[in-house]
């Protein structure tokens, strides 16, 4: 009877699988250096993200993009990783997702740029302690 169930979420587990990779596949044709699609394949790939999840992250940096102005690489990767980050993150742990994403970063300069976005409205930050936690504003979008 186990055997059973298992078998049974094996075969459920396949072919959700193969319904992801069709989707991938799809969206690859569709037009693979969309910025939509080529953002949510880093989110996905840095962060283990779910593909729909991803999606919406994308969409979201996307949108607050024409409110960073000038602003360089670093910063858009910083409202990327807080676009993917359910909630809020202290410095540090905004540091790492950074680094995740574009392979270093400095926890000073993290910082530097989080008050930058913070005075443009972009970001919200709560301060506990000796902590300080960044959340992206959902609906700073133009």
């Known amino acids: 009877m186990i055997e ?4 049974r979420i094996e ?3 396949t072919m959700l699988l193969k319904r992801v990779e069709e989707l991938e596949r799809l969206a690859r044709e569709v037009n693979p250096q969309a910025p939509p699609i080529s953002l949510a394949s880093r989110l996905m790939l ?6 729909l999840r ?4 994308a969409s979201a940096v996307l949108k607050l993009i024409p409110r960073l102005e000038a602003e360089d690489e670093l910063t858009r990767t910083i409202v990327e990783a807080l676009a993917a ?5 202290t410095i540090s742990e905004l540091t790492r997702r950074v680094k995740a994403l574009r392979g270093k970063a400095s926890r000073r300069i993290v910082a530097e740029r989080v008050r930058r976005l913070h005075s443009k409205g972009l970001v919200s930050l709560r301060r506990s ?3 300080v936690y ?3 504003v959902r609906g700073a979008e133009p």
């Open 54 to 57: 991803a999606l919406e992250a």
């Open 134 to 136: 960044v959340r992206l």
């Open 85 to 89: 980050t359910e909630g809020e993150v």
């Open 4 to 7: 059973e169930r298992l078998r």
């Open 46 to 51: 840095a962060f283990s993200m779910p593909a």
């Open 11 to 13: 075969d459920l587990l």
């Open 129 to 131: 302690g000796n902590r």
